[in-house]
């Protein structure tokens, strides 16, 4: 037996081996039972918390501390042998292979769990929540491609050719590609900026609907006629737009013109006319009503009254009835309505006599 033990394998007795196979059996049973222990219980800990931040230390332990833990100990173990020129060289790609996956993998992880607790902190919506994944899928890949050049530098490669040629294309690639690069950044102005939401109703040009979707790329808003508007984002950020959804209190002014037979009386009784109707409406604010001008066919009165609503059917329902009811009063006080006249004023031609 000790001599089976004794034997030499590629520079290494048969006990050296098993002694680093157990040290690496025993290193996974530790770390096991050691994680599932303290695991564990720090997350009972911090499930009693009012705070996540904890939680997230505890996940990133269990899914990045640990496995690196155990890859490091491993690593350290293995070089206790006497290894070959070759071996060592695909042992050290092998654990820097891994290392910056892990590493790569926890910076990601990191990102996206601060990016996403600050939205929460800022009680935004699940909808919200889901539009910046397109953000984090870029930044993720871009994290990726450092850390890949990373790799290929700590592997002894020269990678300055490398990050000049990609600077080269980098640069070949916006130009040829500066309209979709500029949707992408005007993507990321609209999401924190907040111009309009998913369910908004805007207008922006000539053109109206509620938003049915904010992508990278393009904007989608379904038009009242039914159309679906595809819109660059680019577009949408350089446009002036109206976001009605956000409409807290829509003011209303509308005029209304009645004709010069009208009686002094009549006149000055009209402004209050118009400030009763208004007020009688349950949904309207009365604000002002004025004699305003006198126009070529009519006495003009301008009308203002606010409604604390967005909803454009109930502005219009209102609008109805205020209209309807001063149509009413003025039949019943006998005040006429203008519309566009002419007088013409007729001479009469002298007779000319012809003496002949």
Same mark, same amino acid.
Request: net charge neutral; hydrophobic share 50%; proline share 2%.
């Given at each position: 037996?000790?001599?089976?033990?004794?034997?030499?394998?590629?520079?290494?007795?048969?006990?050296?081996?098993?002694?680093?196979?157990?040290?690496?059996?025993?290193?996974?049973?530790?770390?096991?039972?050691?994680?599932?222990?303290?695991?564990?219980?720090?997350?009972?800990?911090?499930?009693?918390?009012?705070?996540?931040?904890?939680?997230?230390?505890?996940?990133?332990?269990?899914?990045?501390?640990?496995?690196?833990?155990?890859?490091?100990?491993?690593?350290?173990?293995?070089?206790?042998?006497?290894?070959?020129?070759?071996?060592?060289?695909?042992? #050290?790609?092998? @654990?820097?292979?891994?290392?910056?996956?892990?590493?790569? *993998?926890? +910076?990601? /992880?990191? !990102?996206?769990?601060?990016?996403?607790?600050?939205?929460?902190?800022?009680?935004?919506?699940?909808?919200?929540?889901?539009?910046?994944?397109?953000?984090?899928?870029?930044?993720?890949?871009?994290?990726?491609?450092?850390?890949?050049?990373?790799?290929?530098?700590?592997?002894?490669?020269?990678?300055?050719?490398?990050?000049?040629?990609?600077?080269?294309?980098?640069?070949?690639?916006?130009?040829?590609?500066?309209?979709?690069?500029?949707?992408?950044?005007?993507?990321?102005?609209?999401?924190?900026?907040?111009?309009?939401?998913?369910?908004?109703?805007?207008?922006?040009?000539?053109?109206?609907?509620?938003?049915?979707?904010?992508?990278?790329?393009?904007?989608?808003?379904?038009?009242?006629?039914?159309?679906?508007?595809?819109?660059?984002?680019?577009?949408? #950020?350089?446009? @002036?737009?109206?976001?009605?959804?956000?409409?807290?209190? *829509?003011? +209303?002014? /509308?005029? !209304?013109?009645?004709?010069?037979?009208?009686?002094?009386?009549?006149?000055?009784?009209?402004?209050?006319?118009?400030?009763?109707?208004?007020?009688?409406?349950?949904?309207?604010?009365?604000?002002?009503?004025?004699?305003?001008?006198?126009?070529?066919?009519?006495?003009?009165?301008?009308?203002?009254?606010?409604?604390?609503?967005?909803?454009?059917?109930?502005?219009?329902?209102?609008?109805?009835?205020?209209?309807?009811?001063?149509?009413?009063?003025?039949?019943?006080?006998?005040?006429?309505?203008?519309?566009?006249?002419?007088?013409?004023?007729?001479?009469?031609?002298?007779?000319?006599?012809?003496?002949?």
């Amino acid at each position: 037996m000790q001599e089976l033990l004794s034997r030499v394998f590629w520079g290494n007795a048969v006990q050296n081996y098993l002694m680093v196979v157990l040290g690496i059996i025993l290193t996974w049973a530790v770390i096991r039972i050691t994680k599932k222990a303290i695991i564990n219980a720090l997350k009972k800990i911090t499930a009693g918390t009012k705070t996540n931040f904890d939680d997230l230390l505890v996940d990133a332990a269990d899914r990045f501390l640990i496995p690196f833990l155990y890859l490091f100990i491993n690593y350290s173990i293995i070089t206790l042998l006497n290894l070959s020129v070759k071996a060592e060289r695909i042992l #050290a790609v092998a @654990v820097a292979l891994v290392m910056i996956y892990y590493v790569v *993998r926890l +910076v990601n /992880f990191t !990102i996206h769990h601060l990016v996403v607790a600050y939205l929460r902190a800022k009680n935004e919506t699940e909808e919200r929540l889901r539009q910046v994944e397109g953000m984090l899928m870029i930044v993720k890949v871009l994290t990726w491609s450092i850390g890949i050049v990373m790799l290929a530098d700590n592997l002894g490669y020269n990678v300055t050719t490398v990050i000049a040629g990609l600077g080269v294309g980098g640069i070949a690639i916006a130009l040829a590609a500066q309209n979709i690069l500029g949707d992408l950044f005007s993507y990321i102005v609209i999401f924190f900026d907040k111009p309009f939401e998913i369910g908004d109703f805007i207008v922006t040009g000539d053109h109206s609907g509620v938003v049915e979707k904010i992508g990278i790329k393009t904007s989608h808003i379904r038009s009242l006629d039914g159309q679906q508007l595809v819109m660059p984002n680019a577009e949408m #950020a350089k446009s @002036v737009i109206q976001n009605f959804k956000r409409l807290e209190r *829509r003011r +209303v002014v /509308f005029a !209304i013109g009645v004709i010069y037979n009208t009686s002094a009386a009549q006149i000055r009784e009209i402004p209050g006319i118009f400030k009763n109707i208004v007020s009688q409406q349950e949904n309207a604010f009365f604000d002002r009503a004025h004699l305003k001008s006198f126009g070529d066919f009519s006495i003009n009165y301008e009308i203002v009254y606010y409604i604390e609503s967005a909803d454009y059917v109930l502005y219009m329902d209102t609008q109805q009835a205020i209209c309807m009811n001063i149509f009413d009063e003025f039949e019943r006080e006998g005040i006429e309505f203008a519309f566009p006249t002419q007088t013409l004023f007729l001479t009469k031609q002298p007779t000319v006599k012809n003496n002949l």
